[in-house]
């Protein structure tokens, strides 16, 4: 059964810290597609990345990153020197390349950024 | 470009009244999903739209309907309001129903059931 595990609910830092989001996921398919969203309290679900099954390559965004590992089915992603902007539920989702473009999300982990 | 947009922003309707949510996709795109969130939880797909079809369609019940137009618009129905019903709705739009297709979202139509 697919199934998206965040099981930080919440996490809370100080300006400029580093904050790693974790994501654990569960397919049976081999091609899957994994997503990263940001909510902010608008409620708007706003696309950060997404990474292919076949592509294990860690990506960096200005001061986003992820890292992919299939040997343990993570896909978790790190805010260096984070902001207070960067506040916000960030959630994980998976999509099964035989579900078409159903999305799984996690419970999402909410972050607070304090100055 | 024009991105997602949904409205009302707000409703507040009573147990077993009817509503209709709508959704206007991002320019180019023609498919649209349809999501439940509740109160600190992760979205919950309902359905998804494609060339005015339904395809696919998550665990809801049959209350929970919808259209897409040429334009590709969407609407979504719930008849028969239940308390459980008060969610954020998010409608989301994509190039087409491949998994790999990114899905853009609007900002949500809060729906509360009194």
């Known amino acids: 059964a697919q199934k998206v595990t965040q099981a930080q609910t919440e996490i809370s830092v100080v300006e400029k810290e580093d904050v790693t989001l974790d994501c654990v996921y569960e397919t049976r398919d081999t091609t899957y597609y994994l997503f990263w969203y940001k909510q902010p309290p608008s409620g708007e679900l706003v696309f950060l990345i997404r990474r292919n099954s076949f592509d294990e390559q860690n990506e960096i965004s200005g001061r986003y990153s992820w890292n992919f590992q299939k040997s343990t089915s993570s896909f978790n992603f790190t805010i260096t020197a984070s902001q207070v902007v960067d506040s916000a539920v960030y959630f994980c989702a998976l999509s099964e390349a035989d579900q078409g473009g159903k999305l799984i999300f996690g419970q999402g982990t909410e972050l607070s950024v304090k100055p | 470009e024009t991105g997602v947009t949904q409205s009302p922003t707000h409703l507040i309707k009573t147990r077993g009244q009817q509503v209709t949510l709508r959704c206007s996709s991002q320019?180019?795109?023609?498919?649209v999903s349809w999501y439940q969130q509740a109160l600190g939880q992760g979205p919950q797909f309902i359905f998804q739209y494609y060339r005015e079809e339904e395809n696919g369609r998550g665990n809801f019940p049959p209350r929970f309907s919808g259209l897409q137009f040429p334009n590709y618009s969407s609407e979504l129905n719930v008849n028969a309001l239940e308390l459980d019903d008060s969610a954020l709705y998010l409608c989301?739009?994509?190039?087409?129903?491949?998994?790999?297709?990114?899905?853009?979202f609007g900002p949500g139509t809060r729906l509360t059931v009194l």
């Open positions: 989301a739009s994509s190039l087409g129903t491949v998994s790999h297709d990114t899905q853009y």
């Open positions: 320019s180019g795109h023609n498919t």
